[in-house]
């Protein structure tokens, strides 16, 4: 295929990037390290590796560092948009009129999923999110980790693991690990505000973060971050020329309404010089308030002397997570350590809908005679929880194999996972206020009126859970320098769960330095991930376009519901992949670094949400499984596919000082292609391609940039830092609302920049601007996109990786005391 001439540019970042010799103060280093403060940035990471620190470009795998410096300087106040801007292996796409997934948006590493990339904090398991992603957005078919959860406030520095590491973490690293580390300061408290809008006047944004710390007993400490933020709405929705006239602005196309709030506390108590008690964890709320699609004046399902201009649902979503780790720590003899954990995490969305209707309450005959003409306008339309408790054991140390010291670890684990749907009120799901299907209730235009409220139905008794599983895990790890210059390193983990079974996964890792400035890298891993128990339990009914630009009932159904056993799909199993990697580490002077890795990911039995199935136009079998159901179109989890994902990693360094001065010129270079190699379906009715068609294959294969690259000049002089950062997004494509037309979004540019005046070393003042040349999205075709469009439309849907609000403004002030 022909590349677009807005990809022309990617030659010139591979030239600005040699001549930089790159990657930005926060992404040229690689993972976690255990006591780092904002005075002292982390320069050693433990992730990866179960033995002793090393600093990052000593490690076996490519560990990415972003510190406290990192995340002053870029503009982001959210971690997800935060990570995106600072490590090009991140996407953090932006959604709108996807439901739950404004407000939760999809976080993935590599170009796979958000279920295949793992979340740590303070190296412990992060629960998932409640939501799972049933709208055609990145991600579509997971539910991976609210990243956003957690506050910039009360992290210390970021740790990246871009490398498969199921075998020493469990399921989930397929595409890396992140490791949040939280701040454990006590020497002062840290106050930060912001402002900031877009250049078009809208989206304000105001935020306010407090971290303070506070030293307990004989060396403890207690350190404590809350955080508030509030972002207006933004929206970049075109005139709606197809369905009003004369033509105006209909739908709300951009960032909901949000308002957040976070308070999150790190502690440690020492017993003695050997023993420690920890704990850690944070609450937040979040809510948003996004819109759906607009229903005109004479659609079948509004109700015109409610709505005379036709209306447009309003959803409000309110998220509220929660999550709190206690551990004990033991220093043994000969350098053993012992550390014990419990950590319980959970995650709950709320749906709110306004602005809407159950025309089968208004139409519904009254036994006397007429219609009831009356319905509420607005409902609570279901709750989705998920819960997870996991404790951990792990012993770790040296042992002495005939004069040869191998360093070694074991563990244990156990979790248990529960996922949970509460219905809502009765008007948002039910047909009528009897719910009788034998009713016939006609809406204005005379057909079958729709239940449940408009935007988003809510879910009924029938799709409410409340269900689980456990599973246990025993996992070894060893460490030796068979050499001065060669370290191996080997892990194997164990996992049975109850109820697809057990799994069996390796890793062996190495790193060969033959010199003091050159160093050699690889890895070789089996991994998977098991179905989660949102993708097993999860169900609803909800409304969608359909590639006509109709609106229409979708269910989601179950595994085992009758919908899957009469299309023969079986019960869910476990993802397995294959990764391999290999690298090269250069140090060729004390003030440049340069790593290249090159890595390869095969996934089987990936788990994907199917394609809308739709009945035949006339009599055939599809539709003889869903006519009974009286809805449109139907969906499920399956194994369908296998892909395989290639990549290439270049990221550099360095650093020049003068007297009173410091110059870092940084850059990344991240390439990835993911390919689905096979399509397959189990069911005796669909085939492969039925199951999983060409739409989503282009969701998957195309959906995320091949090509992210960053690069960055960071200056410091005096009491003035300037920032600077250019970021390359490649070309995304997306068919899911126009099949068999494939939409290009073509390459872009973004450049951030900040300048940022210390009036002293405890307060200072930065502004700046993200995408400070106002790049937008290429539109949509007029013709071969119709009608999207001619509905307001503007820029992009299912995929937008650089976001639609153009330029973002912003103040900031930061006062340590």
């Not at 103060?25 to 982390?42: G, I, L, V, W």
């Not at 009286?630 to 399956?638: H, I, K, Y």
Request: proline residues 5%; neutral net charge.
């Amino acid at each position: 295929m022909t590349r677009p001439a807005a990809c022309h540019p990617f030659r010139q970042t591979l030239l600005a990037t040699a001549l930089l010799a790159a990657l930005s103060p926060a992404s040229a280093q690689e993972a976690t390290s255990t006591s780092a403060d904002d005075s002292n940035p982390a320069r050693v990471v433990v992730l990866g590796s179960r033995s002793s620190a090393k600093t990052a470009l000593d490690t076996a795998a490519p560990v990415g560092l972003i510190n406290a410096k990192d995340m002053q300087t870029a503009g982001p106040l959210e971690l997800g948009k935060l990570l995106q801007t600072l490590d090009p292996s991140f996407n953090f796409s932006t959604t709108f009129i996807s439901d739950g997934t404004d407000i939760i948006r999809p976080a993935t590493l590599r170009g796979l999923g958000p279920d295949q990339l793992l979340v740590l904090v303070n190296g412990k398991r992060r629960h998932q999110q409640a939501l799972v992603n049933v709208q055609q957005t990145i991600g579509r078919g997971s539910a991976g980790t609210d990243i956003n959860a957690i506050p910039l406030s009360a992290i210390s520095h970021i740790e990246v693991l871009r490398d498969g590491a199921a075998a020493q973490y469990g399921s989930d690293a397929i595409a890396g690990v992140i490791n949040i580390v939280l701040k454990s300061q006590v020497k002062e408290t840290q106050v930060s505000s912001s402002i900031g809008t877009t250049s078009e006047g809208d989206g304000d944004m105001i935020s306010a973060s407090a971290n303070t710390g506070f030293v307990i007993g004989d060396g403890g400490f207690v350190n404590l971050s809350a955080e508030g933020r509030r972002r207006n709405e933004t929206n970049r929705a075109g005139v709606d020329s197809a369905r009003v006239d004369p033509p105006r602005v209909t739908q709300r196309i951009g960032d909901s309404l949000a308002k957040d709030a976070f308070l999150w506390v790190n502690a440690g108590l020492p017993i003695d010089k050997d023993r420690e008690f920890y704990a850690f964890g944070g609450v937040s709320r979040r809510t948003g308030d996004s819109a759906g699609f607009y229903r005109t004046a004479d659609d079948a399902r509004n109700v015109p002397s409610v709505y005379p201009n036709g209306f447009l649902p309003n959803i409000i979503t309110t998220v509220k997570d929660a999550s709190f780790a206690v551990g004990y720590r033991h220093a043994l003899r000969n350098d053993w350590k012992f550390d014990a954990s419990v950590n319980h995490g959970r995650s709950q969305l709320a749906f709110h809908e306004r602005e809407s209707i159950n025309i089968s309450y208004w139409y519904e005959p009254r036994p006397g005679g007429g219609i009831y003409a009356e319905s509420p306008l607005e409902a609570d339309t279901g709750t989705l929880k998920f819960n997870q408790t996991t404790f951990n054991a792990d012993l770790r140390g040296p042992i002495d194999l005939g004069g040869r010291e191998v360093s070694l670890a074991v563990g244990f684990e156990y979790r248990t996972d529960n996922y949970k749907i509460e219905a809502g009120d009765p008007v948002s799901y039910q047909y009528g206020r009897t719910n009788n299907p034998a009713i016939v209730i006609r809406d204005q235009a005379g057909g079958i009126a729709a239940s449940g409220a408009q935007g988003f139905p809510g879910y009924t008794p029938a799709t409410a859970v409340d269900d689980g599983r456990h599973n246990i895990a025993l996992y070894i790890d060893a460490e030796h320098n068979l050499t001065e210059q060669l370290l191996v390193a080997g892990a194997v983990r164990y996992e049975r769960y109850s109820d697809f079974g057990s799994t069996t996964t390796g890793k062996l890792s190495m790193r060969y330095d033959p010199s003091r400035t050159v160093g050699l890298r690889g890895s070789i891993s089996t991994g998977f991930r098991a179905p989660s128990v949102q993708q097993k339990f999860y169900s609803s009914v909800s409304t969608n376009l359909n590639a006509a630009g109709v609106l229409t009932e979708t269910l989601t159904a179950r595994e085992g519901s009758a919908v899957t056993r009469a299309f023969g799909i079986a019960p869910l199993k476990e993802e397995t992949s294959k990764n391999a990697s290999i690298g090269i580490v250069l140090r060729p002077m004390q003030n440049l670094s340069v790593t290249a890795d090159l890595y390869r990911i095969d996934i089987d039995d990936r788990i994907v949400f199917s394609s809308n199935i739709a009945p035949e136009a006339g009599a055939g079998p599809i539709r003889a499984i869903l006519d009974p159901l009286r809805v449109g179109q139907a969906q499920f989890f399956t194994n369908a596919i296998d892909t395989s994902t290639d990549g290439f990693d270049l990221v550099a360094e360095h650093t020049t000082r003068w007297p009173g001065s410091t110059l870092v010129l940084s850059g990344q270079l991240g390439f990835n292609k993911t390919e689905v190699k096979a399509r397959r379906s189990q069911s005796p009715v669909l085939t492969g391609t039925q199951l999983f068609d060409d739409t989503q294959v282009t969701l998957i294969e195309r959906g995320q940039p091949r090509q992210h690259h960053v690069i960055a000049a960071d200056y410091t002089t005096g009491p003035w830092n300037v920032n600077t950062r250019a970021s390359y997004f490649g070309e995304v494509q997306g068919q899911g609302f126009t099949p068999g037309f494939i939409q290009t979004w073509e390459a872009k540019w973004l450049v951030d920049l900040s300048l940022r005046y210390a009036f002293t070393k405890r307060l200072s003042l930065a502004v700046g601007a993200n995408n400070l040349f106002d790049t937008y999205p290429t539109k949509w075709d007029p013709v071969r996109a119709a009608p999207f469009p001619q509905l307001g439309f503007t820029h992009c849907w299912e995929t937008c990786p650089i976001g639609i609000n153009g330029r973002q403004m912003y103040a900031r002030a930061d006062w340590a005391f």
